[in-house]
């Protein structure tokens, strides 16, 4: 069912693409971008880090591993609805619900309410409700944002409804609307702000990462660009000064994706306001990382 959703791309993520039956992780593509609310551009994410990312080299000095001895499959992208996010976040949760029934998958956006798509299909597939760790500098827990609901300013709000305002987490937020705060704190959403991050050790973070998804049986994560500075990554597509640097970024996904990870989520980078593709390089760079983690628990998995 999935060649009715995907659409080929010319690009493939490292330039060559994985064979299905040695790796088990998947990229896909979600050029989608009708709900942004500050500046449009996202759906030129995918092909852009695709194409920033063949000039990378893949070795990773956290994990070592070399991606390119083994690099994922490339599913191409999800076929978008532009103007309707109704129908673009369905046919994201076929692929979501096809993909995560035998493999891992990394979705690369496109605007952040594509999280909401895929997290329905992964429930979907898997029937239990996973715990979902979520970096951005917005709190995106708004009912509505403009009278229309799958803004990607709700999809923290539009996530809670699926898995439960307890089995998420959002850090390094710095940008909230105050009612918004309120209602979150009410509702008993995990939350650490870009502040307070920055008073933290990593250790404490990880640790206080670790024993909330302590209580999932599985969990996805997704991480929306404008969580770093926009000093490290300004082609985003709603900046926010005050936050987290790249290296802490990197250091914490690396540290808190396990056996229990079954996807990730990139999204919000705008290569039409970048300079120079920095934000696109950092992007697919992270995307490198976060593959060769799941690579290797894959790999110690199997070795056992």
Known sequence: ???????SSPYVFLGVNGK????????????????NSFRSGS???????????????TYSFRNGLALEENPPVDEGDVAVVHGSAEATLKNI??????????????????DHIITYGIVEGLFNALRKSPCVLVFDAHLDFRPDYLGFKYSHACTTRRVSEVVGTKNIMV???????????????????????????????????????????????YTYVSLDM??????????????????????????????????KTSGLD????????DSGDITSF???????????????????????
């Open 1 to 7: 069912m999935l060649e009715l959703y995907l659409i």
């Open 171 to 217: 850090l390094g937020f710095r940008a909230v609307d105050a009612r918004e705060l309120k209602e979150a704190r009410e509702a008993g959403l995990n939350i650490v702000n870009s502040y307070e991050l920055h008073k933290m050790t990593l250790r404490e973070v990880v640790s206080k990462v670790r024993e909330f998804l302590s209580t999932c049986d």
């Open 282 to 304: 950092l992007a697919a760079k992270i995307l490198i990382e976060v593959f060769t983690r799941l690579l290797s628990i894959i790999r110690a998995r199997d070795s056992r």
């Open 226 to 259: 404008d969580v770093i500075d926009p000093a490290y990554a300004p082609g985003v597509s709603t900046p926010e000064p005050e936050g987290l640097q790249p290296t802490l970024v990197i250091d914490l996904l690396t540290n808190i994706i396990d056996e």
């Open 93 to 110: 949760s076929v692929v979501a619900e096809e993909l995560f029934n035998t493999r891992k998958a990394v979705f690369v956006g496109g």
């Open 266 to 273: 990139l999204v919000e980078v705008n290569p039409l306001v």
């Open 43 to 57: 759906r030129f994410a995918p092909i852009r880090i695709r194409l920033a990312s063949h000039s990378l080299e």
């Open 20 to 35: 299905r039956e040695r790796n088990p992780l998947s990229f896909v593509g979600v050029p989608f971008d009708s709900t």
